[in-house]
Nanobody
Framework: QVRLVESGGGSVQAGRSLRLSCVVSGVTTSGDCMAWFRQTPGNEREGVAY???????RVSDSVKGRFAIARDDAKKTLYLQMNSLKPEDSGMYYCAATWGRGPECLGRRSEGFGYWGQGTQVTVAS
């Protein structure tokens, strides 16, 4: 049974940093396509950062230069380093993964992911 478990969220002041982690269990390998999504009340989940099996990555324009995604396949762990946090970065952050090559990974919509974590809350105060 595949499980994704996020950690590392919290409440911080603007300008500070957080690092989110997502540990994958129940499978022998990390997902071919993994990502972090953010959701705020009343809104759909939006992709924040993506990491493919070939180590290619992409972050959304809204966090470019501040956030970085990384994957450690030996540990089956996905990370999201978030620096210079802004209040608009607040939300529930979800880890997503899928196995199999399917459509282009980087920028894939939420419907393209088969497995999700329970989410970790990030709150940034001004």
């Amino acid at each position: 049974q595949v499980r994704l478990v996020e950690s590392g969220g919290g409440s911080v002041q603007a300008g500070r940093s957080l690092r989110l982690s997502c540990v994958v269990s129940g499978v022998t390998t990390s997902g071919d396509c993994m990502a972090w999504f953010r959701q705020t009340p009343g809104n759909e989940r939006e992709g924040v950062a993506y990491a493919a099996f070939d180590s290619s990555t992409r972050v959304s324009d809204s966090v470019k230069g501040r956030f970085a995604i990384a994957r450690d396949d030996a540990k089956k762990t996905l990370y999201l380093q978030m620096n210079s946090l802004k209040p608009e970065d607040s939300g529930m952050y979800y880890c997503a993964a899928t196995w199999g090559r399917g459509p282009e990974c980087l920028g894939r919509r939420s419907e393209g992911f088969g497995y999700w974590g329970q989410g970790t809350q990030v709150t940034v105060a001004s």
